[in-house]
């Protein structure tokens, strides 16, 4: 290396190091790199300074080089906000400017959400060096806020955008109208209605320079600053056609003998309609993309503003961010909840829509959880926050879904690399079209009688050089990488924000597209398709005995015990409205069961052993209680002195829209099995009450992923339903992980999605939804394919031999500006989409109830 070469210096952090030892060892480590200069790494900061010669060096081999030694380089990551982009071509710049930065690792840009997030190793990159390379192509960044902050920064951004497109249609319109009138003035009836001065080219000249340098002069700013970095976009071929049309027109207007075809070839309509339809579609795409995030804005709005909370004995209004842990925290009728919270005093109903996507009130009472942004409907109640800031469910669900937003499904690859080198491709094929019909086609093929749709021009005027032009000014134009930008992402941000409102979180792009090909549903059992706590299913009793004396005696026998079967049955008993008295004595008797006393009675309950050994005859109760264990259940048999007095059976039960959800999934040609770690018989008998064929008992949990993994090789694609919890390895194994009834505790899950609710139905809702989005996707992608490959062609004239017809540069114009506004409108349709159950609760008016769940 000369001295003559510049340095280049990072500061990277490094954790694990714990000695002096540590140190020297990552030192030598960086200074055996080739191009490395120096090196000073110090303990107590953490970090690594290195000064290096960016030719011979690169960050990304320094942290390898630490990560080998047992050391790490941990990375940051900022999510921006990026306001200007206009289609994939942008995307691609920003991606490719900013990953050249040194020390960024990924960088994932999202047209619609108009977002950045990049991850990176701080000292080598920072946030600012970041901002600055996207602002200097020409593009607006700043970090994204989040909450209210975020709601009233991104409305204001968006009014902006219209407001600035729509000054400039109010300019370019009126005059293009002009323009056009005095282009056409000598067809039709024109000449009726049309001045003269109108068709004059100086007059022409006049109005379309206004058009071209005030609402035309975004597309040659944000053109030149690409440019300066090596970089194109759409603004390109904008630039391109309006600045080809108006120069050339220019020319012949005030030098027509320059030979670029003269007076006949002064194309000022083509400048100004051009600018005007893009302008139109900069306008509609500013008006419609905006919608496709709605879900997630309308949760934001949503958030409470203020709280009341009890300070020093006495009720206060504070802000809602300013609650703290622990605040007990007044709600009224009618109040939005500030934070999540358990409810410490009073009783309401509360309508959880905003969150889980349910229209039916759900009651709460003391131990009752609540959560942040639903809304109080009837009584007053107190509770004590235990979640506040980002840390509440909403928080949580908003971060989520952004994230989800942000993230780029793999269906977008193709799309991305066409667009990558679409604008390049496009320019030099506008090249050959000129060259092609200026040296060959115009002489072979070129008829006088020929016109251009929607043109004023003869062609017999407008000369070999003006024809040649048009068709490359056409071929520019009409290309459109838009369609293909927009395609997959706005598609993904319509079916995240769907799903979020109907309480179904997908935690990125890919999730949703691989949950469109599933064609195999694995659930877990205990606690997704049972309700995860035994129940009392079954009182059977002997003559004597009725069936509230046999209950209410098991349930006082059981009152003492902590036993999970005892528990049931007392839980049981209380929800009949039981009276439940002490028992004077009480003794359990391990392995068969227990004994109470209560008023001089002895009350036996266990099993067939404790019977036995007491000498109680139980009769036809043997093939009762085996009838009852063949259904899964666990049968417990009752003695009151000394007489069989009957059977109390315990289950697990099921989930109560468990049944229709998997037959739901079945007519969706999904194969549905159940996995767990119960006995054969149980796993057995549940499955047959749900319709599930496929049964996978006796399952250890860490042998679930094994299983999982036994039906891919089949050529399955799986999805793993469970409790997010004891299921992991098998969710992580699976194509998709689906975590259920994760309640406030979104963040805290593993799996690919989340269901707020605890209600099975929302499997089929995720997939249905994922369904939706990927054949949306699909159908953008395909329209923006087919438009693109049938349009440029026929731009370029391939028909014209044939037809004697031609594209004219603003019809062009106008078919480019609807190609990318109807990939959003198509995407817009999703917001009419609804997943089958909910649809069929809405067209026959029955809403599932909703109990609160018992306070733990």
């Known amino acids: 290396m000369t001295g003559n070469e510049k340095l280049a210096h990072v500061s990277l952090p490094v954790e694990g190091m714990t000695c002096a030892a540590c140190v020297a060892k990552v030192e030598k480590v960086l200074k055996n790199l080739s191009g490395v200069q120096e090196v000073q790494v110090n303990l107590l900061s953490g970090k690594a300074s290195v000064a290096y010669a960016s030719d011979q060096a690169a960050v990304p081999q320094m942290v390898k080089a630490i990560q080998e030694i047992g050391y790490e380089v941990p990375e940051e990551e900022i999510l921006l906000t990026v306001r200007g982009m206009t289609c994939a071509a942008c995307v691609a710049k920003v991606e490719k400017a900013v990953k050249g ?60 955008e219209l407001k600035y497109q729509a000054r400039n249609m109010w300019i370019a319109w009126p005059l293009a109208l002009l323009v056009m009138a005095g282009m056409f003035r000598d067809m039709w009836i024109l000449p009726y209605f049309v001045p003269k001065f109108l068709g004059n080219v100086y007059v022409l000249w006049a109005l379309t320079t206004p058009i071209a340098f005030i609402p035309g002069w975004q597309f040659f700013k944000h ?61 509609l795409e500013a008006l419609t993309r905006g919608r496709t995030s709605e879900a997630i804005r309308k949760l934001m709005s949503l958030q409470a503003k203020t709280a009341r909370v009890i300070r020093n004995g006495e009720e206060v209004e504070i802000a809602a961010d300013e609650v703290e842990i622990g605040d007990i925290v007044v709600v009224r009728p009618g109040e939005s909840i500030p934070v999540d919270g358990e409810v410490t005093e009073g009783y309401s109903a509360v309508d959880e829509a905003m969150i889980t996507g349910e229209s039916m009130p759900v009651e709460k009472r003391p131990g009752s959880q609540v959560t942040g942004a639903t809304i109080n409907k009837t009584g007053s109640f107190k509770f004590k926050a235990t979640r506040v800031g980002s840390e509440t469910a909403l928080a949580q669900i908003i971060k989520m879904v952004e994230d989800a937003q942000a993230s780029k499904a793999p269906i977008q690859k193709l799309a991305d690399f066409v667009a990558g080198h679409f604008i390049a491709g496009v320019h030099v094929l506008a090249l050959i079209v000129f060259f092609f019909w200026f040296f060959i086609g115009y002489a072979s093929f070129f008829s006088p009688t020929s016109q251009f749709i929607l043109s004023p021009y003869s062609l017999a005027q407008v000369g070999v050089f003006g024809f040649a032009l048009l068709l490359s000014v056409t071929t520019l134009i009409i290309s459109c990488p838009c369609a293909l930008g927009l395609a997959t992402p706005s598609a993904i941000m319509a079916g995240t924000g769907k799903g979020a409102e109907n309480g179904i979180l997908f935690k990125g792009a890919d999730a949703v597209e691989a949950s469109s090909k599933l064609n195999a549903v694995v659930f877990d059992k205990t606690g997704t398709l049972t309700k995860g ?78 019977m036995q050994q007491q000498n109680i005859d139980i009769g036809d109760l043997s093939a009762k209680m085996e009838q009852l264990e063949n259904e899964g259940k666990t049968a417990m048999l009752m003695a009151v002195d000394g007489k069989a007095a009957g059977i109390i059976a315990v289950a697990d039960t099921l989930k109560e829209n468990a049944k229709v959800a998997v037959e739901r999934l079945q007519k969706m040609g999904v194969q549905v099995a159940m996995i767990t770690g ?31 993994k036994k039906l891919q090789e089949k050529g399955l694609k799986v999805a793993m339903v469970g409790d997010g919890i004891n299921d992991a390895p098998a969710l992580a194994q699976a194509e998709v992980g689906i975590a259920i009834g994760s309640g406030t505790d979104v963040a805290k899950e593993t799996g690919d999605i989340i269901l707020i609710k605890d209600d099975i139905r929302d499997v089929v809702g995720a997939l249905e939804i994922g369904r939706a989005t990927m054949r949306k996707i699909k159908q953008n992608l395909i329209w923006a394919f087919v438009y693109n490959v049938t ?66």
């Open 101 to 160: 930065l040194p020390g960024v690792t990924s960088v994932v840009v999202n047209l619609p959400a108009e977002s950045a997030k990049v991850r990176f190793y701080p000292g080598a990159a920072d946030k600012t060096k970041i901002k600055k390379e996207i602002n200097a192509l020409g593009y607006e960044a700043s970090e994204k806020l989040s909450g209210q902050e975020a709601l009233d920064k991104e409305k204001e951004a968006r009014h902006r």
């Open 223 to 283: 053109s030149w600053n690409g440019l300066k970095r090596g970089a194109t976009d759409m603004n390109l071929l904008y630039a391109t056609g309006i600045g080809a049309a108006y120069i050339i027109a220019t020319i012949n207007t005030f030098w027509p003998n320059a030979g670029f075809g003269g007076r006949g070839a002064t194309f000022f309509e083509s400048a100004a309609l051009l600018t005007a339809f893009i302008v139109l579609g900069r306008y």
């Open 533 to 610: 706590e035994p129940s009392v299913t079954d009182v059977y009793v002997t003559s004597g005995f009725t069936r509230n004396n046999v209950l209410r005696l098991a349930a006082m026998a059981e009152k003492r015990s902590e036993h999970p079967l005892g528990e049931a049955i007392v839980r049981g008993a209380k929800e009949e409205s039981l009276e439940l008295e002490d028992t004077t004595e009480f003794e359990a008797i391990p392995g068969h069961g227990i004994q109470a006393a209560y008023q001089n009675q002895i009350i036996l309950l266990g099993n067939r052993r404790l």
């Open 791 to 856: 349009g440029i062609p026929l731009a370029a004239g391939i028909l014209y031999p044939i037809t004697g017809l031609l594209v004219s540069p603003e019809l062009a114009s106008f078919f480019m500006a609807l190609s990318s506004v109807s990939v959003t409108m198509n995407t817009l349709l999703l917001k009419r989409f609804r997943p089958y159950f909910r649809k069929e609760q809405e067209q026959s008016g029955v809403r599932p109830l909703h109990r609160p769940q018992p306070a733990r």
């Open 678 to 708: 119960d006995n054969r018989r149980t796993a057995e008998a549940i499955a047959k009450q749900v319709g599930i064929k496929t049964v996978m008992a006796e399952v250890l949990p860490q042998d679930k992923a094994a299983e999982v």
